[in-house]
């Protein structure tokens, strides 16, 4: 297969947000929260571009401690960002999330790093970092998904393990769906990726079984964990409704 991969050019990219604008415009002629999607587009692309920089200075570097600090970098910054949908309790429930992620994250990557590709050294940033990406991010997600419900669900039941139990089956309602439509629906991103590169299609089909599983289990052993750990401070919260 042509291992080449056609370079987008910064005009061809710009047509790319053409029907993001019409989103914009349904937002703001609905008078939703038109500002924070913007805000959020522009953070997007400022990440992006300043990751792509970065991520060709650490795939030149390999250094241990640079990767291990990136690693501490997007363990933190996943298990903030999770908890955005339980404002209130951010703070109180951070604790639990990173450890929740450290742990159901962390056991997921070293199985898959040192396990199924059989990384030498461990630290391979060209495959660990992005490997890291996926896994925290699925975890990040589904502990968002999580800590609402079983915020929501408190609010009318005092029973915290049935509201545990749907919280986390509503946690993972996105990853079983991919399951379902991997390969019918949608090729996900690396397999997308890997064609894109010339990488045959068996290859690329076995590394997109590898993530999918991967991305399963962290979500789900994560959140497992974090529905553990925050139960004491989810039941202080239920006394006061």
């Not at 002629?29 to 571009?49: E, F, H, P």
């Not at 946690?171 to 090729?187: C, E, H, R, W």
């Amino acid at each position: 297969m042509d291992a080449s991969i056609q370079t987008i050019s910064t005009f061809n990219l710009s047509l790319a947000f053409i029907p993001v604008l019409f989103v914009l415009i349904i937002l703001y002629k609905w008078r939703l929260n038109t500002g924070s999607t913007i805000y959020a587009l522009g953070r997007m692309v400022a990440q992006l571009l300043l990751v792509g920089y970065f991520l060709a200075y650490l795939f030149g570097a390999s250094n241990m401690w640079v990767i291990l600090v990136v690693l501490a970098v997007m363990i933190g910054a996943s298990s903030w960002i999770a908890l955005r949908t339980v404002e209130a309790q951010r703070i109180t429930l951070l604790p639990s999330a990173l450890i929740s992620v450290l742990l159901g994250g962390g056991i997921t990557l070293w199985l898959i790093t040192q396990g199924v590709l059989e990384l030498t050294p461990w630290y391979q940033p060209t495959y660990l970092i992005p490997i890291a990406g996926m896994i925290f991010a699925a975890s990040m997600n589904s502990i968002s998904l999580a800590a609402e419900r079983l915020s929501s669900e408190l609010k009318t039941s005092a029973d915290f393990s049935k509201a545990r139990n749907i919280a986390f089956q509503a946690s993972l309602i996105p990853n079983v769906n991919a399951l379902f439509a991997v390969g019918l629906v949608t090729l996900p991103g690396m397999m997308t990726g890997q064609i894109l590169a010339g990488v045959s299609p068996l290859i690329a089909s076995r590394y997109q079984i590898m993530v999918m599983c991967m991305i399963f289990a962290a979500a789900g052993i994560t959140t497992a964990i974090f529905l553990t750990l925050a139960k004491n401070k989810f039941s202080v919260q239920e006394n006061k409704f």
